[in-house]
């Protein structure tokens, strides 16, 4: 069982950053790749970043490649989300997820975080 909390959303400007954070606990976390998902009001959950168990590989939507960088840290139970150079398209719900493989598939994922809010205005 993993249990996970996103944190670090908020309100920003067009063109600026925002650090996201999930913290997770379960003492098979770092067993699990991660991934990072979104969903604007009225779309489907579209697949973010994704990362390995050992962090050896990573994976972005086009939309966010260049722009956003997934890291984690299995010391600190933690997953980051950097997200630079903001677009107002970014606006959306962003949650973090665990699963057995990086994936860029939601069921690909067994648990869910609740998700954290980001705004960005233009």
């Known amino acids: 069982q993993v249990q996970l909390r996103e944190s670090g959303g908020g309100l920003v400007q067009a063109g600026g950053s925002l650090r996201l954070s999930c913290a997770a606990s379960g003492r098979t976390y770092s067993s699990y790749a991660m991934g990072w998902f979104r969903q604007a009001p009225g779309l489907e959950r579209e697949f973010v970043a994704a990362?390995?168990?050992?962090?050896?590989?990573?994976y972005y939507a086009d939309s966010v490649k260049g722009r956003f960088t997934m890291s984690r840290d299995n010391a600190k139970n933690t997953v980051y989300l950097q997200m630079n150079s903001l677009k107002p398209e970014d606006t959306a719900v962003y949650y973090c997820?665990?699963?057995?493989?990086?994936?860029?598939?939601?069921?690909?994922?067994?648990?869910w975080g609740q998700g954290t809010q980001v705004r960005v205005s233009s």
């Open positions: 997820a665990a699963g057995r493989q990086a994936t860029i598939a939601p069921y690909g994922y067994s648990y």
């Open positions: 990362i390995s168990w050992n962090g050896g590989s990573t």
